[in-house]
């Protein structure tokens, strides 16, 4: 079975996007690191939190680390009723948020990016645009999904249920054997480190501004 090729990808897809809410965009481009919503839990040092791991959020949620605010965005395009229907490996609806939680998400397309960020354009996000050689570059354990993950839209093509999701829904690029063009998003398991040059802008058409 052949799977892919890094280097193809990096080739078909030179930029990676990252959407963040614009309180949480200058501790970013001062730590230079994304953490996912696990790890910004597991960060605070606060029980109360650890629900959070394991529950769809309706709203956008605010935690604590020491005296720093950080924005966790909603998660309401996942229906739980249809996220339960379509889950394989005898995993329940806990099991795959967390799944999702342990992760930091990037869209390997201008398209893709714009798809997530017209349902937050209201609340003027941030954007981050990396490239994915170096990004790759520095974080081994990217992997790869065929879908958007957090949406658990009914497909016709499977009776009207929501495409399968499980264990393996995110795949490193040795197990990948789609095409390249199948890809919906790039993720990284707990943090992503950006210590190199990256842009930002607050919309997919606009302006992007080096930081270094």
């Not at 309401?76 to 998400?105: Q, Y």
């Not at 954007?127 to 994915?132: A, K």
């Not at 839209?153 to 995110?170: C, H, I, M, Q, V």
Request: proline fraction near 4%; charged fraction near 30%; hydrophobic fraction near 35%.
């Amino acid at each position: 079975m052949k799977f892919m090729d890094i280097q193809k990808f990096i080739e078909g897809r030179p930029y990676l996007y990252h959407l963040t809410s614009k309180e949480n965009a200058k501790k970013i481009v001062a730590q230079k690191k994304l953490y996912s919503t696990n790890r910004l839990i597991d960060l605070s040092d606060n029980p109360d939190y650890l629900k959070l791991k394991r529950e769809r959020r309706i709203g956008h949620k605010e935690i604590l680390i020491k005296t720093e605010s950080y924005f966790l965005r909603d998660q309401r395009p996942i229906s739980e009723l249809a996220l339960s229907k379509c889950l394989t490996h005898k995993w329940g609806v806990a099991d795959f948020l967390e799944h999702l939680n342990e992760r930091v998400f990037m869209w390997p397309t201008l398209d893709r990016l714009w798809r997530h960020y017209d349902r937050y354009a209201g609340e003027n996000p941030v954007i981050f645009r990396f490239s994915s050689k170096e990004i790759i570059g520095l974080n081994n354990h990217a992997k790869f999904c065929r879908l958007n993950s957090g949406a658990t839209r009914a497909n016709s093509y499977l009776g009207g249920k929501a495409p399968e999701r499980g264990p393996d829904t995110f795949l490193s690029a040795k197990h990948y054997d789609l095409p390249i063009g199948s890809i919906a998003e790039v993720t990284f398991e707990k943090e992503c480190n950006i210590d190199c040059n990256f842009h930002t802008s607050s919309s997919p058409e606009g302006v992007f501004k080096l930081i270094t």
